[in-house]
């Protein structure tokens, strides 16, 4: 194969990886947008998003994970709610919340047709910059 040739396949070859490349951040970014206009999941105070997408399979943030409980996660969104009791009726009318809204952020993204499978992955930015809001809050 000559150089020109040579040539003319790898540009080819990277102009496509760019394309898919640019194709998969348009698929996010209209996935996240169907999540921003459904009023339940963006009217709760934590705004599950698209992550990324592999193959057929959306990967969405979440407060919960094996590692982070869900009081946990409810304690980040309403900082009130550390002072109560573990028994108390908030808790569990919270975590019921929780729960719909996440299910909902997943019903949205697949009612999209663009995905088949939702992947929950922890939230890890959001709960670094909620420590440094924390942090910077008391510190003024």
Known sequence: ?????????VMIVAALFVG?????????ISLNAELKSD??????????????VEGDTAI???????????QRALIAVFPGMRHLADTNREWQKAERELAQVQARAGDVVLA????????WELDENWYHLQTMKARYDTAL
């Open 39 to 52: 009023q339940i999941v963006s009217s709760y105070p934590y705004h599950h998003r698209v992550l990324r």
């Open 20 to 28: 898919w490349i640019g194709w998969r951040g348009f698929e996010v």
């Open 1 to 9: 194969m000559s150089d020109k040739k040579q040539f003319i396949t």
């Open 112 to 119: 999209s047709g663009r995905v088949n499978r939702i992947r």
């Open 60 to 70: 969405i943030s979440s407060l919960r994970s094996h590692t982070v409980s869900t």
